[in-house]
Nanobody, 127 residues
Framework: QVQLVESGGGLVQTEGSLRLSCTAS????????MAWFRQAPGKKRDLVAA????????YYTDSVKGRFTISRDNAKNTVYLQMNSLKPEDTAVYYC????????????????????WGQGTQVTVSS
């Protein structure tokens, strides 16, 4: 079993920045692809960014390309999401997710691809 704990959310003004962190515990972090999803009120949970265990593959949804950066530090069992130039439409609960189903170089693209989830952290961008 893997436990994921997110931190770093909060309230920020438009064009501001936040860095989310997600730390895994419970089992070895080795071989887990990681992702950040978000869910705005009344909407479904969508993939924002994902990273393979090796960091060789990364994915970003179109709306965050050029503004968000996903990275990881396997020695610290932690994945990050650096969010710059934030917009009100980025307001959502952000969830960290993990899967070991894709080896060292793959990653998942939908909710069903991920086996472990954090509790979520709220990001609010004011206009």
């Amino acid at each position: 079993q893997v436990q994921l704990v997110e931190s770093g959310g909060g309230l920020v003004q438009t064009e501001g920045s936040l860095r989310l962190s997600c730390t895994a515990s419970g089992r070895t972090f080795s071989g887990y692809a990681m992702a950040w999803f978000r869910q705005a009120p009344g909407k479904k949970r969508d993939l924002v960014a994902a990273i393979s265990w090796s960091s060789s593959r990364k994915y970003y949804t179109d709306s965050v390309k050029g503004r968000f950066t996903i990275s990881r530090d396997n020695a610290k069992n932690t994945v990050y999401l650096q969010m710059n130039s934030l917009k009100p439409e980025d307001t959502a609960v952000y969830y960290c997710a993990a899967t070991r189903n894709y080896g060292n170089y793959g990653l998942g693209y939908i909710e069903a691809d991920y086996d472990y989830w954090g509790q979520g952290t709220q990001v609010t961008v004011s206009s």
